[in-house]
């Protein structure tokens, strides 16, 4: 029967049809075999999904994977490119769900089930079926480079033992390596090391020089250009004597595997088929990256929404996206989804005004069959008080009509403009959670442990190293470098470290860390008995460094359990780096009783999320545009796509707020200076007719009644002229 009829194919619409199969029916499948080489495929021509918010991408994107193996493709022969775990895990298992309900027969009447149930050998050299794997290459960007440089890395000169740096862990190494240039000790103000990484980051991400980085995205930096220069170069050659990546690492070594033409023949030999999530919110160095797996695009689908792309603090940018369709000999097809799932057509008929009014972009009308008489709601309130009452009253409204307090959330611009509704919702006993915090990997004692496994990974971690060492008592920074020089003088063999004499305070338990850190390098434990031995080892020094030790150790737990599921040491230690828990115990304090709560968010952290009541704080200009980001053109279009981003979650109930009045913050605490908002730039006018118009004064009523008038007692105005006589 016709490729288009096939059953997996019944439950799309039309367009998101036509993205799956785009391509694909006219491959030719007389050669293809499970397992065959790339040169044995014929294979689809590139293909950008535009697709709009709620149009079902991750559902599109699953479904074409799902087609592609149904095809005979060989799932290990695909590799699919995400920017979190989470949507990997779940575009591959709702992938693989679809391949189990279809799979039976193919149109020719061949099963297909032995084919994708028969054992296969992956890079770990297991065997296992391949239908348990689901797709062994999907993953992050950055997953992926590590394990691409893990097999390939040899051919361009890095160790292909080196451990990763967390963020924090590589601020550390740079400041450390800021203190040793003297740059902290300079008279006039220096970047602190989170900004000097930011640079660092922002320059190795947008491919661009030191100059154009400072006078883009730094300006207050710039006179410090040649200094920073150094300190990126001394920061390099601290990184490379200790075999270690920070995360911009991993992204530009496997650039520069691709630029060797030995190393990327090899990698593209590995993929038949890429395909790339949220493609608008690349760099330009995965831009280049993609470029270099796939030059003449044949089996590269991207799908994103360009009128979703908010993050260009993080050197991501659009034009990647909007430049995709011209970038190959053949232009790619571009298939635009534009059904939504998400929002009632009211909401959807402001989120296409909000955004129609954009000078660029991919043209797109999102449309809805859920109807509603229930326009969205822009609300003035007289200042940001008035609006933390007016906000807290609608939330308890729909609260009483039916609506969960987890099903509304309240976004905003900057995680600060919170401040006054917090306060308001904990007046009212309004329980609430704002997205945000302290991650796992950031809480000390998760650290500590983590960082005995890295030193037994890589023995030049000095970093690790320095933080172990000093867990013992009475072992300080000058110890724990001397440790570190006696080690380094030995080539770094752990073996020898039982032949330092540390300080007399710690001499107790220096050969039981000596007999650990040796136990581990050897590897002869399985990784869950490894985690197992050091949360023993560690268990005193938890007990003696931190308060709420039980607490903590529950954590410790948590990392054991999660070793199990990993297949090797440096796979856990990578994989925990780049996509770490979001809980610790560092967080810890009294259980929540309440069954619900409030969603706060910055719309940066709701994007990919809904709720069935949304309401946007301040959407004033200085707040939405930020007056931080209002340079240039390109900067007033993102926060436009932010806006949108933020209208775009609500499923039912949409309400913009926007305060009329802000009070100055440096003034005593009843102090009435302030300044008057206009409302956002991005609603103009011309568009108002699709919002319900709303006013609220907040406060109490006031008598305001002119009293009658009576006969004057005294003549005020002679007094005054009196004066001057």
Known sequence: MEEQQHPCLEELNAAQRAAVVHGLDDCDRSERAFGATSQAVTLPGPLLVVAGAGTGKTKTLAHRVAYTILRDADPRRILLLTFTRRAAREMTTRARRICATYTSRDRSGT???????????????????????????????????????????????????????????????????????????????????????????????????????????????????????ALFQAYVDAKQARNVLDYDDLLLYWHHLMAEPTAAAAVRRRFDHVLVDEYQDTNALQATILHALKPDGTGLTV?????????????????????????????????????????????????????GLASDGFAKRLFSSRRSRQKPVLATTEDEAAQAEYVAERVLEHREAGIALRRQAVLFRAAHHSDQLEVELARRNVPFVKFGGLKFLEAAHVKDLICVLRWAENPRDSLAAFRVLQLLPGMGPAGARAAMTHLDAHHGDLRTLRRFTPPTSAADDWSPLCALVVALHDGRMALQEQVAAVRRWYQPHLERIYDAARVRAGDLEQLEQLAAAHPSRERFLTELTLDPPSASGDLAGAPHLDEDYLILSTIHSAKGQEWDVVYVLNVVDGCIPSDMASGGAAEIEEERRLLYVAMSRARDHLCLVQPLRFYAREQHRHGARHVYAPRTRFLPDAILDVFERRAHAGGEPCNDTPTPPEAPRIDAAARVRAMWK
Not at 304 to 318: H, K, L, N
């Open 303 to 355: 799908v994103g929404d360009d009128a979703q792309a908010i993050f260009s603090f993080r050197a991501a940018t659009v034009g990647n996206m909007r430049e995709f369709p011209q970038r190959f000999t053949t232009p790619a097809a571009v298939v635009t989804l534009e059904e939504n799932y998400r929002s009632s057509q009211p909401i959807l008929d402001a989120c296409n005004a909000v955004i």
């Open 111 to 229: 099963s297909l089930r032995g084919r994708v149930d028969e054992p296969s050998t992956v890079d770990d050299g297991s065997s296992r079926p391949s239908i348990e794997l689901a797709i062994p290459w999907s993953g992050t960007f950055h997953s992926i480079a590590n394990r691409l440089l893990r097999l390939h890395g040899a051919t361009i000169g890095l160790d292909p033992s080196f451990t990763v740096l967390d963020r924090a862990d590589a601020e550390d190494l740079l400041n450390l390596v800021r203190d040793e240039l003297g740059l902290a000790q300079r008279s006039t103000r220096f970047p602190k090391k989170a900004a000097c990484l930011a640079i660092y980051s922002h320059a190795v991400n947008a491919q661009c020089a030191l100059a154009a980085t400072l006078a883009a995205a730094f300006p207050w930096c710039a006179a410090w250009s040649d200094e920073l220069r």
